[in-house]
């Protein structure tokens, strides 16, 4: 009797983790999707309708005042209203998904220090993200002639560790599935000799 319940409960688990990793594959689609349509879509939209300027989520190293105010001036009415409702709404998503993918990856696949610890940078990745979208739209609601140094500092100082932290996330993630793909092969060359 001891055994068969113990094989039930071991078969529940097997289950529910099964159900735990195919959600987690929706999330990544997710993630990828959002992701895809903002580079693909929404932030050329957003140059475009500033002349060819460089949108502030993509600018990684920051911006100057200059810079900004020059963004400012040269995005149309359309095209602030496109950045603030349209492009903010996508990466009003994109920050909990990027965060959910990688630090769930991150934790699984490394040993627990290594894995928790850049998993939480990670999720704050996903936090400074938030902190940009907050600050590129306080920019995009003043006029040009009101935006001020503070601002632009803040924003900038929010895009920089937005890339910094995302940056250390994702190149951690890309070592580890490599460094996991290359174990998996030497598995399945030294089982085939």
């Known amino acids: 009797m001891r055994s068969g ?3 039930l409960a071991g078969t529940l688990e097997v289950n529910r983790m099964t159900k735990g990793w195919k959600f987690y594959w929706v999330v990544v689609a997710a993630t990828v999707t959002n992701y895809l349509i903002m580079v693909l879509w929404s932030l050329p939209q957003v140059s475009e309708m500033a002349g060819g300027d460089v949108p502030f989520d993509m600018r990684p190293g920051g911006y100057s005042f200059d810079d900004a105010v020059s963004f400012l001036t040269a995005i149309t009415d359309t ?6 409702n349209t492009q903010q709404l996508l990466d009003s998503f994109y920050p909990a998904l990027f965060a959910t993918t990688v630090a769930i990856a991150l934790a699984h696949l490394l040993p627990r220090y290594w894995g928790w610890t850049l998993a939480t940078i990670a999720v704050v990745a996903g936090g400074f993200d ?3 979208n907050s600050a590129v739209a306080a920019m995009l609601r003043a006029e040009p002639n009101a935006v001020t140094q503070a601002m632009v500092s803040t924003a900038s100082n929010w895009t920089l560790a937005k890339s910094v932290s995302t940056t250390v ?3 951690a993630l890309l070592v580890v599935l490599c460094k996991q793909g290359l174990v998996r092969l030497k598995s399945r060359k030294s089982r085939t000799r």
């Open 130 to 132: 938030y902190l940009e």
């Open 169 to 171: 996330a994702s190149l």
């Open 5 to 7: 319940s113990s094989t």
């Open 79 to 84: 095209g602030r209203d496109f950045y603030l």
